[in-house]
């Protein structure tokens, strides 16, 4: 059992030898009840599974293959992660398949079309794939959903990153083409770290994002963590972020979170 970032994360792992694992995940995330917002329930991933070698199958509440994708450095983003956070990157009923070698991870997730409290929803298709070459690491993703009802939306992003030693560069690049609409909406990152020193990192990053017919709008963030050297799982950090939006005020936040996670 885990707790980090007002969630309680329980995990259980059965090994049935022959390679294989029988597995289990219950999370549950306060943070939007201790925000005052109107939630029917706390759960936030729920979900079974088998392992088999460097396979693992799951199934339940739990996130898309296009979740692994994205370089952001920030705890809390000014805008969306990346276009398949703008769309959606989870689901209650989810098919999900991850293979792990030795230099490539590759993972798809098949949402169900199911019903729920808001009725019926559509149909996802996650593909996500990575891979790392002398300190380069590279990693595509593509998502297609389609709403009840509705034509496809589709959206696509390729990343890039480099650990040059004592500080990496990263960035990624996602499109959502959405046929209702005939818009396009375009996401980027741009994020460095720095080790400043063996406990302390400092992270840099900038976003910009744009839909058609309509003004992009640009956020960056900074923030600073530091890791107690007689105990790993402890930290702290602080942040400050701002956007060019009209009449948007600068954020920020300075937290001591356990992160065991």
Do not use: C
């Given at each position: 059992?885990d707790?980090?970032?007002?969630?309680?994360k329980n995990?259980?792992?059965?090994?049935?030898?022959?390679s294989?694992?029988?597995?289990?995940?219950?999370?549950?995330?306060?943070?939007?009840?201790?925000?005052g917002?109107?939630v029917d329930?706390?759960?936030?991933?729920?979900?079974?599974?088998?392992?088999?070698?460097?396979?693992?199958?799951t199934l339940?509440?739990q996130?898309?293959?296009?979740?692994?994708f994205?370089?952001?450095e920030?705890?809390?983003?000014p805008?969306d992660?990346?276009?398949?956070?703008s769309v959606?990157?989870?689901?209650?009923?989810?098919?999900?398949?991850?293979?792990e070698?030795?230099?490539?991870?590759?993972?798809?997730?098949?949402?169900?079309?199911?019903?729920?409290?808001?009725?019926?929803?559509g149909?996802?298709?996650?593909?996500?794939a990575?891979?790392?070459?002398?300190g380069?690491e590279?990693?595509?993703a593509f998502?297609?959903?389609?709403?009840?009802?509705?034509d496809e939306?589709?959206t696509?992003?390729v990343?890039?990153?480099?650990?040059?030693?004592?500080f990496g560069?990263?960035?990624?690049?996602?499109?959502?083409?959405d046929?209702?609409?005939d818009?396009?909406?375009?996401?980027?990152?741009?994020?460095a770290t720095?080790d400043v020193?063996s406990?302390?990192?400092?992270?840099l990053?900038?976003?910009?994002?744009?839909?058609?017919?309509?003004?992009d709008?640009?956020?960056?963030?900074?923030?600073?963590?530091?890791?107690?050297?007689?105990?790993?799982?402890?930290?702290?950090f602080?942040?400050?972020?701002?956007t060019d939006e009209d009449n948007a005020?600068m954020g920020?936040l300075v937290?001591?979170?356990?992160r065991?996670?």
């Amino acid at each position: 059992m885990d707790y980090d970032d007002l969630e309680l994360k329980n995990y259980v792992s059965y090994d049935l030898g022959n390679s294989m694992k029988a597995f289990g995940r219950l999370d549950f995330d306060f943070k939007d009840h201790a925000n005052g917002k109107d939630v029917d329930e706390p759960i936030e991933e729920a979900y079974v599974g088998i392992g088999y070698g460097v396979a693992t199958f799951t199934l339940g509440k739990q996130n898309f293959a296009s979740d692994e994708f994205g370089v952001v450095e920030a705890y809390e983003t000014p805008l969306d992660d990346d276009q398949f956070d703008s769309v959606k990157t989870d689901g209650d009923d989810t098919f999900r398949v991850d293979v792990e070698l030795e230099k490539v991870y590759l993972a798809a997730s098949y949402e169900l079309e199911a019903e729920d409290k808001n009725g019926i929803t559509g149909e996802f298709f996650d593909l996500f794939a990575s891979t790392g070459i002398a300190g380069l690491e590279l990693a595509a993703a593509f998502q297609r959903n389609t709403p009840l009802g509705q034509d496809e939306r589709n959206t696509w992003g390729v990343s890039a990153g480099y650990d040059f030693g004592l500080f990496g560069l990263a960035a990624d690049y996602s499109v959502t083409d959405d046929s209702n609409t005939d818009l396009e909406t375009t996401l980027y990152n741009v994020a460095a770290t720095i080790d400043v020193t063996s406990t302390t990192a400092v992270a840099l990053g900038m976003q910009n994002q744009e839909q058609d017919n309509s003004d992009d709008v640009t956020a960056w963030y900074a923030n600073v963590t530091y890791k107690f050297p007689t105990a790993k799982n402890v930290s702290v950090f602080a942040e400050v972020a701002d956007t060019d939006e009209d009449n948007a005020d600068m954020g920020s936040l300075v937290s001591k979170p356990p992160r065991g996670s």
